[in-house]
């Protein structure tokens, strides 16, 4: 249910909400313009190509999760309930973090680095692209820092392969995710603080939809109330250990 109505949400956010047309933040910064100087690819070909690199990295990274919960506690250890339950957990994630981010892009409205270059050569293929005010925060690094939470959390926390691969997995998927940020400057998409509040976003729900979970499982023995309706009476029921 959850889940559910988290991609719901996503999706009322990306179709309902129109996109900004006017930006509301066009101020730089000295930090900002400095890490754009030295990473901005020059060529716009160069430009593009960073561009689909990071693109297929975010695709990979957010892959990851789900087929580790399938292959690994579904195929290979023939646990598809908790293949299950890992499936919900990280689309639940992926939802929210990228709910998140798609409204305060929309509500900031903070305008892209390339758009300075359309304004002397509008010719330029980025200038027809959309959200061109939807720069803060960067939802490719907030979904690649997600997803890296999930698969430190799978491999780490669970540790369902138990070959050490778990323990490398986390750190080359962080690596993995930094440098998807910054293609994205590279590619001129966004500003450096765009890239460090989206993986700022993208760890922490990473991290606390699952430790929810895990709060949730160490209190399975509690008592629970369910709701019991039958075709004379309607009432709750308390279950649990006293």
């Known amino acids: 249910m959850a889940a559910g109505a988290l991609g719901a949400a996503l999706l009322t956010v990306q179709f309902a909400v129109p996109a900004p047309t006017v930006p509301k933040w066009t101020a730089q910064n000295g930090f900002d313009t ?91 293929k980025e200038c027809s692209s959309g959200g061109q005010n939807q720069s803060f925060p960067s939802g490719h690094t907030t979904a690649a820092f997600a997803a890296v939470a999930l698969e430190c959390f799978h491999h780490g926390y669970l540790d369902t392969s138990h070959t050490g691969w778990g323990a490398a997995v986390c750190p080359l998927t962080v690596v993995a995710a930094i440098g998807t940020g910054i293609l994205r400057i590279a590619a001129d998409r966004h500003w450096a603080t765009d890239i460090i509040a989206g993986a700022a976003i993208g760890g922490l729900v990473g991290y606390a939809v699952p430790a929810l979970h895990l709060l949730g499982e160490d209190k399975k023995d509690g008592p629970v109330l369910t709701p019991t309706i039958s075709g004379t009476t309607v009432g709750l029921t308390l279950a649990g250990r006293f």
């Open 34 to 124: 400095g890490i754009r100087s030295a990473l901005r690819v020059s060529s716009e070909g160069g430009r593009q190509a960073m561009g689909y690199t990071s693109d297929a990295l975010v695709y990979l990274l957010i892959a990851a999760p789900f087929l580790n919960a399938t292959l690994v506690a579904g195929v290979e250890h023939e646990r598809w309930d908790v293949a299950w339950r890992l499936l919900v957990l990280d689309a639940q994630t992926i939802f929210l973090a990228t709910t998140i981010t798609l409204s305060i892009q929309k509500a900031v409205a903070r305008e892209r680095p390339f758009v300075q270059e359309c304004r002397t050569n509008p010719s330029l």
